[in-house]
């Protein structure tokens, strides 16, 4: 029993990291129609520029502050640079546009950093808690805290926020936004840098166990899909719902059918979205505009 | 001077032109009512002064030239636009929607100002101030018409562009949506262009009627002279489906 519970929480734990990717996912989509593929390289960049300045002698969380706030910088410049010149009906061009950028950011990354994998040093330090048997690290406890802090800032930002409640308005009807004088590049690019700061805090928490490589954050996109897809990819609740019940089936799945440990997760993750849109195909939290006829 | 003058306004959807060189002056403090059939070019009129479609030619708002603008740098200069269809966000409630609204205002106002604003608003609309905590999209025609309406009024505007506010309406909802209009241009300072298919409903409040067929301006004069343009029987109106006594009594009574 004991060791199921550890299977559970470390599921939870992992799960966490791919709700955060997942959340990006949503924010980008609802913004831009575009399923954005390149999200695990733009936190795997993150990752990288954090550990650039701490090899610099920048103090870790500086350093993840630094990263942070480029990523959003460049969440935004990419936006306003090449996304904005795809109209959102042109699901095929912006699909192509997710891999291109996700191809050119990890040869980018390859090129300056190399490719082998590297230390990341926890920002949460190296201590071990143990209660009634359970073993939980200070790098699972912080990133839970850390992307929990994030969603929660996400969350009232959103709802709370004339900020928030403006992005929403463009994502949703730019010509109306327009109409009503919302400048939509301005607010989307606003909202790929939200979702950009989003993913790098996903790719900080990660590459501490991961390792930081070019490729760290490839299966967790996976599961970041197979998450938002499960909960439902225009709720924010469901993403972060569906990134922790993906960590926990991928764990257990792992553990308990014999020859699915490791990347091969990824195939219990997504007979689980199989299972869900079968029954329920915006997801578990998903929903269609309610719209009187 | 006229709030709004156009002259030989063109748009094009693509490589197909749909205006093909509009002139039209709108005074200011005045209803004018865009008419025309399907097709004719009325919404793309609308669309055009707001540069939300390929434009060409001039446009002056105030004296302000609008080439070159993007459509929300329109807006802030003081011209709102309920578009066809409302274009009501339906996941937002009914508030959420009017706060937007003010987004737009010329001077930067106070969030007091904005509030009373949207008091006033709630006095012209009760049924809004009902339904404040409602999803847009889930309330009626009627409601979300006047939701569009009274969305564009918090931002302020001088110049209202109101395309077909009838669409879809039951006769009497769009005959009580059409009686305010005269009012809220007086409450509100409000210069109202109203592109509509409705002929007879839109010219008992209208000063002027503007026809439009197929891209062109082919009649504009008061509204009570309609009636004795052959051109348009022949092209729109025709005899039996129109009633011109409401624009008569309301031209005679403005002359």
């Known amino acids: ?293 | 001077m006229s709030l709004l003058e156009i002259q030989n306004l063109r748009a094009r959807y693509g490589r197909v032109e749909v205006l093909h060189g509009v002139d039209l002056n709108v005074e200011e403090g005045s209803i004018v009512a865009l008419l025309g059939a399907n097709g004719a070019g009325k919404s793309t009129l609308l669309r055009a002064i707001c540069r939300a479609v390929d434009t060409s030619g001039s446009c002056r708002f105030d004296g302000v030239d609008l080439s070159g603008r993007s459509t929300a740098a329109i807006a802030h200069l003081g011209i709102g636009h309920v578009p066809e269809g409302r274009g009501t966000f339906a996941d937002f409630t009914v508030e959420e929607n009017l706060r937007l609204g003010a987004v737009s205002r010329t001077r930067a106002r106070s969030r007091r100002e904005t509030d009373a604003d949207l008091e006033l608003v709630y006095e012209t609309f009760p049924v809004l101030r009902e339904f404040r905590r409602r999803q847009a999209g889930a309330l009626s025609g009627g409601q979300a018409q006047m939701l569009a309406v009274a969305r564009a009024l918090l931002g302020r505007p001088r110049l209202l562009l109101v395309d077909e506010p009838s669409l879809g309406l039951a006769p009497l909802t769009a005959r009580d949506l059409f009686d305010r209009f005269t009012g809220l241009r007086d409450e509100w300072a409000l210069t109202v262009l109203l592109a509509e298919q409705n002929a007879k409903l839109s010219l008992t409040i209208a000063d002027r009627a503007v026809l439009l067929s197929r891209g062109r301006v082919v009649h504009d004069g008061p509204s009570g002279d309609l009636a004795t343009v052959d051109a348009v029987h022949a092209d729109y109106l025709g005899a039996s489906e129109f009633d011109l006594s409401h624009a008569d009594a309301r031209t005679k009574e403005t002359r």
């Open chain 1, 1 to 293: 029993m004991t060791e199921f519970l550890q299977i559970v929480l470390d599921g939870l734990m992992t799960g966490v990291v791919y709700a955060a990717l997942a959340l990006a996912l949503g924010v980008v989509f609802q913004g831009t129609g575009m399923l954005n593929l390149s999200q695990g390289e733009l936190a795997v960049v993150a990752a990288y520029i954090a550990w650039a300045c701490t090899q610099a002698g920048i103090p870790i969380w500086p350093a993840i502050a630094i990263a942070i706030v480029a990523s959003a910088v460049l969440g935004a410049v990419i936006y306003h640079g090449v996304v904005r010149f795809v109209p959102p009906h042109r699901e095929d061009s912006l699909m192509t546009l997710g891999v291109t950028l996700l191809l050119g950011l990890n040869a980018i990354v390859s090129m300056v950093w190399g490719t082998d994998p590297r230390a990341f040093p926890s920002p949460f330090g190296t201590w071990v808690a143990n209660f009634g048997g359970l073993r939980l690290t200070s790098q699972q406890l912080g990133g839970v805290a850390l992307v929990g802090a994030t969603m929660l800032v996400m969350a009232v930002v959103f709802t709370r926020t004339t900020f928030g409640l403006r992005l929403r308005a463009v994502a949703q009807n730019p010509r109306s936004a327009a109409y009503l004088g919302l400048r939509s590049g301005l607010w989307l690019s606003a909202g790929w840098a939200a979702a950009c700061a989003v993913g790098a805090v996903a790719g900080i928490v990660a590459a501490p166990t991961a390792g930081l490589s070019p490729a760290m954050m490839t299966v967790p996109l996976l599961m970041a899909l197979a998450a938002a897809n499960i909960g439902g990819i225009s709720s924010r609740v469901g993403v972060v719902v569906g990134g922790l019940l993906i960590g926990l089936l991928t764990a257990i799945g792992g553990r308990y059918i014999p020859g699915l440990g490791g990347d091969l997760n990824v195939v219990f993750a997504f007979a689980a979205v199989i299972a869900v849109i079968l029954v329920k195909p915006a997801g578990l939290f998903g929903r269609e505009s309610v719209v009187r006829a």
